[in-house]
């Protein structure tokens, strides 16, 4: 069981360059989200998703485009790297989704370190 | 002030210490997460909670929601526990808003 997939790694982008970061999860998780994380701060809401074809935006969105076209896949797009967006990138899942007030734990992928020059 | 604040942000303890770390919230929830990040980077779930107390192994974790305040408590830690936890909160009912703190930075010393 692969659990919450990120790719890639790390990843060099020029300010301008495009660029998807993938997030797979096989556990069939309603709820997935993406978080960037920076020195001195707690992990911030990027974009979230509770279902195939429903977005929506988090804390700090701008800048970056989601979509989830199947359960499994949430990718997050940079559309022109800026160098505030050098951070380290969490997609995370679980369960519930449109069942809204329902907890579970949050699944989290290993992350992307991102460097925008 | 953050809406999620926890201490102390950076811990050194002797290996077999009795550790404590503090969260404390200002918002109304649904549940408490208690994370664990180490320095690879990856990111555990530890502990959910909404009421009461959990324990899994050496850790514990306790929440006040009368207080706002949660405790993730370690009881005879280990060089392996060296890591950043993070406490987490899920906003109110019917949303997806989480909100992190920024992490308590424990070394655990042999």
């Known amino acids: 069981n692969a659990g919450v997939t990120q790719t890639p790694k790390f990843q060099v982008l020029k300010t301008g360059q495009s660029m998807t970061l993938q997030c797979a999860q096989d556990?069939?998780?309603?709820?997935m989200s993406w978080y960037r994380q920076d020195p001195g701060m707690g992990l911030r809401l990027i974009h979230y998703?509770?279902?195939?074809?429903?977005?929506d935006q988090g804390e700090v969105p701008n800048g970056y485009n989601v979509s989830r076209s199947t359960t499994e896949d949430f990718p997050l797009r940079l559309l022109s790297a800026a160098p505030s967006q050098t951070s380290v990138y969490f997609c995370?899942?679980?369960?519930?989704?449109?069942?809204?007030?329902?907890?579970?734990?949050?699944?989290f992928g290993n992350g992307t370190r991102l460097t925008v020059t | 002030k953050n809406e999620v604040e926890q201490s102390p942000q950076n811990l050194t303890a002797q290996e077999g210490e009795f550790i404590t770390i503090n969260c404390s919230y200002s918002?109304?929830?649904?549940?408490l997460h208690w994370l664990q990040q180490h320095p690879g980077g990856g990111i555990v779930s530890l502990f959910m909670?909404?009421?009461g107390k959990k324990k899994h192994g050496r850790l514990i974790a306790t929440i006040n929601i009368q207080e706002k305040h949660s405790s993730l408590h370690i009881t005879a830690s280990h060089p392996r526990d060296s890591a950043v936890y993070i406490c987490?909160?899920?906003?109110?009912?019917?949303?997806?808003?989480?909100?992190f703190g920024t992490g308590t930075r424990l070394k655990v010393l042999a």
């Open positions: 998703s509770v279902g195939a074809g429903i977005t």
């Open positions: 995370a899942s679980s369960y519930g989704g449109t069942l809204s007030s329902y907890n579970s734990p949050l699944h």
């Open positions: 918002v109304g929830i649904s549940a």
């Open positions: 987490a909160v899920r906003a109110g009912s019917g949303t997806y808003k989480y909100i």
């Open positions: 556990m069939n998780h309603e709820y």
């Open positions: 909670l909404s009421s």
